[in-house]
């Protein structure tokens, strides 16, 4: 059975979901709102205990929508590198992360999924930052209002 990452519009909830029940990219959630599908990744049953692991420590780590961009600069160049070795960067700069560092050590196909699924999650929790700090743009400022002296009315 092939499992898809999802998140839901209204809870932001991340999660796998059978790809059987993903209907043109969406899903219904627990919460009653609508879940995406994040990406074109697939990962299988024996990956959710993976995929579950690397979502709870972004949680419990604090990993927000501003930081995620900085976490995945450091998976970059992850192909280039050895397998785990992305993972190595992550934990130095997010220490909760390190768990699952310790989870794939010593299995390089373990440590390239890993590092997938932190893209895969971090993408999306990257795309829910709020425009909501940045200034609409000025508007012209309005013509100033004639004042009654201007119409010979001086009481």
């Known amino acids: 059975m092939l499992l898809v990452p999802v998140q839901c519009r209204v809870c932001s909830q991340i ?6 029940v993903v209907v043109a990219g969406n899903v219904p959630c627990e919460c009653g709102g ?5 990406s ?7 990956d959710e205990s993976l995929f579950d ?5 972004l949680a419990s780590s604090g990993v927000s929508a501003l930081s995620a961009p900085q976490l995945l600069v450091a998976l970059d160049a992850r192909m280039s590198l050895p397998p785990g070795a992305a993972l190595h960067r992550l934990s130095d700069l997010q220490p909760g992360l390190a768990v699952i560092e310790l989870i794939a050590m010593g299995d390089a196909e373990t440590a390239r999924k890993a590092e997938s ?3 895969t999650v971090l993408e999306a929790l990257a795309a829910t930052r709020s425009r909501s ?6 508007a012209p400022a309005p013509a100033p209002a004639p004042s009654r002296s201007q119409g010979g009315d001086n009481r």
């Open 15 to 20: 999660h796998l979901e059978s790809a059987l």
């Open 34 to 38: 609508i879940a995406r599908a994040l």
């Open 40 to 46: 074109d990744q697939a990962y299988t049953a024996e």
């Open 53 to 57: 692991a690397v979502v709870s420590s």
């Open 117 to 119: 699924i932190f893209e």
């Open 133 to 138: 700090g940045l200034a609409p743009p000025l």
